[in-house]
């Protein structure tokens, strides 16, 4: 079945620090991916998407590129902030229309 | 944008007791909404799909008479646990597909803690 497979986190950076989260998939077709950010204590929000291939996403200076080849869609930031402490959780909608959520990778970001 | 309401953000409940948590979607109908509990530091596992007007559909290993769902309108579902046991106690996520674009999009999430 489809599945989502994410990098371990937690992962912590200091302020102005270059992220990249990776996220890997496997899927039948050609599923539309998401970055889902969930901030403490709250639910989850859409950061960003993209529905084919070569699509970038961009969200708040997030970024991630559809890349069919390596069936990846990396996440990545130049700058963070703390404000961009959270969990992120890479996710795709496949064929069988329903939504897979990788485990999530918790940032923190420290000032 | 849409959103996707719950009701209420924090419970505390008993050991045996029932309680209920709404999901209402404020500005858009959705035939389908889902049910997710999420554990400490952990993903998101879907629970059940809701469809409006029919049975859940509830995933592998959920016990279908400890989590009651009701979808009675096209923009309400109502998650109950049943007989609540402390290791009930979990954030529970409610989510609706936009009819549109197929977005998904999320309560709140509600905190449950059973004594």
């Known amino acids: 079945g489809d599945s989502v497979t994410q990098m371990e986190g937690p992962v912590t950076l200091s302020e102005e620090a270059f992220l990249t989260i990776n996220c890997t998939y496997t899927?039948?077709?050609?599923?539309?991916l998401f970055w889902y950010v969930q901030y403490p204590g709250e639910g989850l929000q859409l950061l960003l998407k993209?529905?084919?291939?070569?699509d970038k996403g961009s969200n708040k200076g997030f970024e991630a590129t559809y890349r069919k080849e390596t069936t990846s869609f990396h996440l990545e930031k130049g700058s963070v902030q703390v404000s961009d402490s959270a969990v992120y959780f890479c996710a795709l909608l496949g064929y069988g229309q329903n939504f897979v959520f990788g485990p999530g990778t918790r940032l923190s970001v420290l000032p | 944008g849409a959103v996707v309401s719950q009701h209420p953000s924090w419970v505390i409940c008993k050991s045996g007791t029932s309680v209920k948590i709404e999901c209402r979607s404020l500005d858009f109908q959705a035939t389908t909404m889902f049910w997710y509990r999420q554990f400490p530091k952990q993903s998101l596992m879907l629970m059940a799909t809701?469809?409006?007007?029919?049975?859940?559909?509830?995933e592998q290993g959920v016990e279908k008479d400890k989590f009651l769902i009701n979808h009675a309108s096209l923009t309400l579902s109502t998650l109950t646990v049943t007989s609540a046991h402390p290791e009930d106690s979990s954030f529970y996520i409610c989510?609706?597909?936009?009819?549109?674009?197929?977005?998904?999009?999320f309560g709140e999430g509600s905190r449950l803690t059973v004594l």
């Open positions: 809701s469809n409006e007007g029919s049975k859940a559909t509830y």
């Open positions: 899927a039948t077709g050609y599923p539309s």
């Open positions: 993209a529905t084919k291939a070569d």
């Open positions: 989510s609706a597909r936009g009819a549109n674009t197929g977005e998904l999009f």
